[in-house]
Nanobody, 116 residues
Framework: QVQLVESGGGLVQAGGSLTLSCEVS????????MGWYRQAPGKQRDFVAI????????NYADSVKGRFTISRDNAKKMVYLQMNSLTPEDTVAYYC?????????WGQGTLVTVSS
């Protein structure tokens, strides 16, 4: 059973930084990608960043490009999201996602609040 647990959310001032972490438990054999999404209340879940395959390929939403960096530690089965230059518009819940073969797995979410 694959489970994802996020951590690292919290309150930060505008212009500040946070690093989100996601620990994956269970077998990740057949792992295709690891990524982050975010979702505001009542809105759809939006793509933020993804790291594909062995970790050499990444992609970002335009809204976070240049400010956020996704990385992973294969040995620890962790994926991270370094978030810099945060703005109040980044205030939402962030969800870790992994795709293993054709199955999608999600974490429970961690809330990031950016004060102006």
């Amino acid at each position: 059973q694959v489970q994802l647990v996020e951590s690292g959310g919290g309150l930060v001032q505008a212009g500040g930084s946070l690093t989100l972490s996601c620990e994956v438990s269970g077998s990740i054999f057949g792992l295709n990608s690891m990524g982050w999404y975010r979702q505001a209340p009542g809105k759809q879940r939006d793509f933020v960043a993804i790291i594909i395959g062995g970790g050499s390929s990444t992609n970002y939403a335009d809204s976070v490009k240049g400010r956020f960096t996704i990385s992973r530690d294969n040995a620890k089965k962790m994926v991270y999201l370094q978030m810099n230059s945060l703005t109040p518009e980044d205030t939402v819940a962030y969800y870790c996602h992994v795709r293993i073969l054709t199955r999608d797995f999600w974490g429970q979410g961690t809330l990031v609040t950016v004060s102006s």
